[in-house]
């Protein structure tokens, strides 16, 4: 008999194992499933790549979704990426930056049924939903900062590629100077490229020679270089996209948060718990904290000053002041 209940408690046991592998194998397969194209930097530009990874790494800390990336040195053309993560099932598609635009509106007409979304452009395709950004108005606060607090009266601007989008972080820092210097000289340069370290680095150095004693870069990696050749040089410099403090702590004054990761998180939320998402396009800026900026680090304000910021980030943000018409 004691043999006989040995083998029933063995039995029972595996039965049980047997659901919940069962019951962890349904949970898995009923998650919600994400794909990434990553933009041309990649992971590791620390900045819009690395954030929009970061976004779905919260979520599926937070929310049990599952998720796979491509890169473009991989995959040879985004469109390649894009199909590959169609073709895995996902139930949504992200296509991070508007160089993806052409490749993803390209999949999203052969694939009505999948839900994509583009960070950073706006598609009228009934199955892509849109997320962009109003760089100009941090970048206006940077200008800000750099009008009010620089000694030479030269500060610089080194743009990515040559594109509207690049022009509304410039026009921004410009409009921002001049509101805390009108006397100040803004030297600006587009490196035509989001991927070259070492370009940046030679931007920044004839910058430097010229004068400039703050540089804003809105070029990816390009802009690390500007940076850290910034901090070579015992000027100063600010991140972008996400705080790039820690890439030079003893030049970069603060950066224009443009919170990717956030937003990417949201709308995977919305979907997770509602199962779909509300709203196709969405622009967001200071007052829907969507951009914003770091700490004010390495140098300090004076009272005056940081109620001049604070007021306009105030103004910014409930419509008395707009950066672009």
């Known amino acids: 008999m004691r043999k006989y209940a040995i083998l029933f408690t063995i039995a029972i046991c595996l039965l049980v194992l047997t659901a919940c592998s069962n019951e ?10 994400v794909g990434i194209m990553l933009s041309d930097a990649g992971l590791g530009d620390q900045s819009f790549s690395d954030m929009g990874f970061s976004g779905l790494e919260q979520a599926r800390d937070d929310l049990g979704i599952s998720f796979d990336y491509r890169e473009l040195q991989d995959t040879g053309s985004y469109e390649q990426g894009l199909e590959e993560l169609v073709e895995q099932g996902n139930d949504l598609v992200i296509g991070l930056g508007f160089s993806i635009q052409e490749a993803l509106e390209t999949v999203a007409k052969k694939n009505p049924d999948v839900s994509f979304l583009i960070i950073d452009s706006q598609s009228e ?13 941090g970048s206006f606060l940077l200008g800000l900062v750099a009008g009010m607090k620089t000694k030479s009266n030269v500060v610089g601007f080194v743009g990515g590629e040559d594109v509207e989008l690049i022009h509304k972080f410039e026009d921004g820092f410009v409009a921002g100077v001049k509101a805390g ?45 500007v940076i850290l050749e910034s901090q070579r040089a015992g000027t100063y410099s600010f991140g972008v996209d996400s705080d790039q403090f820690y890439l030079a702590e003893g030049s970069v004054v603060s950066s224009m948060v443009k919170q990717v990761d956030v937003a990417i998180y949201d709308t995977v939320k919305e979907l997770v ?8 396009n969405k622009h967001l800026g200071l007052k829907e904290n969507g951009v914003g900026t770091a700490p004010i680090r390495v140098i300090d304000l004076s009272p005056e000053e940081q109620e001049k910021l604070d007021q306009y980030i105030e103004d910014i943000s409930n419509g008395k002041v707009t950066i672009l018409e």
């Open 24 to 33: 962890q194998e349904s949970t898995e397969s009923e998650s919600l499933h």
């Open 181 to 225: 210097n009108p006397e100040a000289k803004i030297l600006s340069k587009y490196s035509g490229t989001f991927g070259d370290d070492k370009l940046g680095e030679s931007i920044a150095k004839e910058m430097i020679a010229a004068g400039a004693d703050y540089i804003y870069p809105a070029a990816g990696f390009t802009g690390v270089g």
């Open 273 to 280: 718990e509602n199962g779909s998402i509300s709203e196709k």
């Open 125 to 137: 395709l009934p199955n892509v939903y849109n997320i962009t950004f109003k760089e100009e108005e």
